[in-house]
């Protein structure tokens, strides 16, 4: 026998009624993943560098990736002032080789840069270190099959994939830790960083540092190398000129052998290769009694602008990069870079 209609209409009622109690489920689960989720908006904002490079204007002529010796050490608003470069500094805390290349990768989703810096420090790790540096170079990352890689690569013992498909399984106890700025950044957070650029304006001279201890191994690694072949072969094929650089920290240690295993390196694969650190104050100009805010390991403001004023002028002689200051799109976002940079270096903050 047929079913009524009011039979047929509850059973429609009863599907409606659960699929929408899965949508509202669906939903307070992904508001209170995103309220649980650390903002990096107070101390630690590093961890929301990540994520600004999909609002920045591209495409970029320059494009950094590495360590905090890339984003704090030059500025990228010196680069637009002096040269018309649109660069961005795709670089995070402890920001591993291997997460640098696939930082880059993700980056030609969006574009092809003429140049990519890279920083040569992080290739003395050859292993994942740490999950919170783990964290706030990869969560801000769109998904894609290369954040999946850069996952893969990076995760420490302890660590699972599925946390960082569903972040609410790994930040849940974060809730008797919530604080004001958790709601107050809950659905959007503010600009911390100068096209990934971490200014810094307070001063503290060099001091004194322990003796390097003597190196285990005289060479880097096998998987760092790797991942330095890899970024190498990606920028051949792209037609995108590598430039690898050591800035001018003064720590940790850069060793002689490393020196020369990178000299080595740039050699046989043509590339360019600039140690900052031998010609920091003889051709850079850093006063590392002024330079810097933590005592010789970072640049501060005017160390970072000495940096990118000296690197900036070696990539337009050398690449022949073009001034893009009469581009009205492009100097109009940078007016605004600009704008808050100038801000923050007047006040301090």
């Known amino acids: 026998m047929e079913e009524t209609s009011e039979k047929k209409h509850s059973k429609v009622r009863k599907v409606a009624l659960v699929l929408a109690l899965i949508v509202v489920s669906a939903v307070l689960l992904y508001l209170l993943d995103l309220l649980l989720r650390p903002k990096y908006m107070g101390d630690v904002t590093e961890g929301a560098l990540t994520a600004e490079y999909y609002e920045a204007y591209g495409d970029h002529d320059v494009l950094f990736v590495g360590d905090c010796e890339v984003y704090e050490n030059f500025s990228t608003v010196q680069l637009w002032r002096e040269y018309g470069l649109n660069s961005f500094i795709r670089g995070g805390a402890q920001q591993l080789v291997w997460q ?12 092809t840069p003429d140049v990519v810096v890279f920083n040569v420090l992080s290739l003395m790790y050859n292993e994942p270190q740490n999950e919170a540096y783990n964290r706030m170079a990869l969560d801000g990352m769109r998904w894609s099959k290369t954040k999946w890689d850069a996952i893969n690569a ?5 660590e699972s994939m599925v946390e960082y498909l569903f972040p609410i399984l790994r930040y849940h106890s974060r809730w008797n830790e919530l604080t004001r700025d958790d709601f107050k950044y809950w659905f959007k957070k503010d600009t911390v960083s100068y096209n990934g650029y971490y200014l810094r304006t307070e001063i503290m001279p060099a001091g004194e540092f322990p003796p390097p201890r003597p190196l285990a191994e005289p060479g880097f690694g096998d998987k760092a190398m790797k991942y330095l072949d890899k970024m190498t072969k990606l920028c051949e094929e792209k037609g995108i000129h590598l430039v690898l650089i050591k800035s001018p920290s003064l720590y940790p240690h850069w060793y002689e052998e490393w020196d020369q295993e ?7 694969h043509d590339l360019l290769y600039i140690n900052m650190l031998e010609i920091a104050e003889s051709e850079v100009g850093i006063d590392y009694s002024l330079d810097t805010y933590d005592a010789g390991l970072h640049m501060n403001v005017t160390g970072a602008e000495k940096c990118a004023s000296y690197l900036g002028g070696v990539l337009v002689e050398k690449y022949g990069l073009q001034d893009h200051r009469n581009d009205e799109d492009m100097a109009e976002y940078w007016e605004e870079v600009c704008t808050r940079y100038d801000e923050a270096k007047t006040s301090g903050t």
């Open 100 to 111: 640098s290349y696939y930082l880059l990768e993700d980056a030609l989703r969006y574009e």
């Open 154 to 158: 990076s995760m420490c013992e302890g």
């Open 262 to 268: 990178i000299e080595k390196y740039a050699a046989e």
